[in-house]
């Protein structure tokens, strides 16, 4: 799989998964999960309803997936990331299961090009180096005949100097 990091707002790239970094309840938020619902249109939420219908709320480390509405991509894989409580241990292994999780599905989709957020690292406060250590580690971990490329799409220029020397 190749890596690339890409500046900007993950509703505008073409992939043919984007990953939001949801709440568990899958209803929507600020930040991240937000912008993918504001953009993405009402198909989006409508999808995360008849999922919490079916299993209830979503959990930490967890991923559940739907269309992908008005964005330019195929699919949103939802998944929630631990909120930072200072252990690192618990937190740490939650935020991989995120990537972990996520890339699975994306290959059971048939996914080849996948793009992350920075999961957990706005307001749930999850240490952003480490965050950045725990994604590309996991990302790099993890071997896959279907997926060609992942994609991490940094909002802002802290996360994207971070994974710039994390990845070269």
Avoid at 22 to 38: E, F, K, M, Q
Avoid at 73 to 82: E, F, L, N, R, S
Avoid at 126 to 137: M, N, T, Y
């Amino acid at each position: 799989m190749n890596t690339e990091l890409i500046k900007g707002d993950i509703t505008k790239i073409p992939a043919d998964a984007i990953v939001n970094a949801a709440n568990s309840s899958l209803l929507g938020g600020g930040g991240v999960d937000g912008a993918i619902h504001r953009a993405g249109g009402k198909q989006i939420l409508e999808e995360c309803i008849r999922i919490r219908n079916r299993q209830g709320k979503c959990n930490t480390g967890e991923a559940v997936v739907t269309s992908a509405g008005k964005l330019p991509a195929k699919y949103v894989i939802h998944t929630v990331g631990p909120v930072w409580n200072g252990d690192e241990v618990k937190c740490s292994k939650l935020l991989s299961d995120c990537y972990r999780k996520s890339l699975e599905l994306a290959e059971s989709l048939g996914v080849e090009t996948i793009a992350f957020p920075n999961i957990s690292t706005g307001i749930y406060k999850f240490p952003k180096e480490l965050a950045g250590k725990i994604a590309v580690e996991t990302v790099k971990n993890f071997q896959s005949e279907i997926i060609k490329k992942v994609i991490f799409v940094c909002f802002d220029e802290e996360n994207e100097e971070i994974y710039k020397k994390l990845l070269n």
